[in-house]
């Protein structure tokens, strides 16, 4: 009897630290994926259940805690869309993704989840409760709802690091004058041009959030959940306050990156969450390729989401000539087999990214700058060269550069020749390897790993409820109390009256005219 009493007790208490944890990543890009897959894992590895909602369902699943509900549908809304392709960006020299597209695209991507039949069988099933909603957050916010319909606490994880965007759901919006935009090629310290730049695009970004896409959010957010709600006799809060409610956020970045703006308490870095430790070996034939190359590797790639087949053949025949001209290894990881490939060159169509970058004999990494890259490049203390293309690896790939272990090129038809000066540089000048590897044990150098970090978190929110202790009061002082504009008016309201009050008393009183006249 005592025996079944402490077991059960043991059961219970390991029962309430298990966590029901729906995770949620609706965008069809690959990179996204790859740090949703992550979360997952180490959540996983503490001993919680996770529920997965992804656009790229899990080839291996894992068979225990854990479910997955596929939204593949999402990427039909790539599919047709050239302009998200090298090709299309070589042609048309694309500098700066249009937020309004973005905003538009994920939007879209609420809209598509919500109306999923896999996620539909979810949230109707009044069964189903869950202890926290982790949402992948780009642009809309949307998501919060389902924090709603579970009555509990929401966490975003952001892909890139602290940046207004995000850090105006759960304190305040940085000041343009030293946070530019993700979108931005500006750097600090910003010109006065470039600040006025960034005061515009904030402007415009937050007369479209209001007028143009917030409405229209707001009505997917009451379609969706007001029935819901309704069928479990709750009334459905208010969109505003609902956006505004998130617990914790967690930021894709880690602490060797400089020219950061502050952040508030409940805003963590977790940069490093997707890489996987111990890294894992390398396949055979990689391994043997990399260890018996005399003057070293030189390994590219651009990325998931960016299909490098779609550049034209001539440019990729002439890169090859440029590949087969070097001393040292290439292996490039390309979609589709190549005629006329040099000895030196090896194409694949897959390559084990980390474990190539964990190896000491690898020189040179050539990357379009994804985030994940390029945390990637930071861990494995390995320089970069960055062609970036759209979205925020200009700004990553400038960040890099900026540190000191990154060359950057253009993407053009000059990309041979550019890159081969690039691969020249860097083969000669050391001082990028040396940065690389002194950013690199910054970012080692922390209390824990971000893994660990990302699990404590979360269980902290949902051990306090939501970490309401953790909230900044300041998202929710509006900003003409926070610019004192209200001071402001009453002072010069005052002065005005002063003046007009003066100058009525002097009127009133005929010498001064008298006098005024004789002057
Ligand atoms: C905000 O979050 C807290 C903690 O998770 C929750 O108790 C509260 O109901 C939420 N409020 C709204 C309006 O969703």
Redesign the pocket.
Known sequence: MKLLVLMSLVYLLGSTEALKVLVLFPYAVKSLSILGTGAVRHLLNAGHEVTYITVYPLKDPPTKNFRQIDISKNAELFKNDDSLTIGYVLEHQVQRTDPLQIQLVTQESARLTFENENVKKLIEDPNEHFDVVIVDLVETETFAGL??LY????IWLYSMGAHWQPLRLIDRATNPAYDPDYLSPAKNPLSFLERVDELWTRIKWQYRKTFIIQPEERKIYEDTFGPLLEKRGRTL?DYE??IF?A?LIFGNEHDAVRDRPSTPQNFKFIGGLHVEEPVKPLPKEFQDLIDNSKHGVIYFSMGSFLQSNSLPKPLVAELLRMFGGLKQTVIWKFETDLPDVPKNVHIVHWAPQQSILAHPNVRTFITHGGLLSSIEAVHFGMPIIGVPVFFDQFTNIKKAVENGYALTVPLSHNLPKDLKAAIDVMLKDDTYRKKAKELSSIYHDRLTKPGVKFTHWVEHVVRT??A?HLRSPAWRVPLYQRLYLDLIALVLASVYLFFYIVSRLFKKTPKKTDKKKRN
Do not use: I
């Open positions: 924090a709603v009555d509990c606490p929401m809060p306050e609902v409610n617990s409820r939501g309401r």
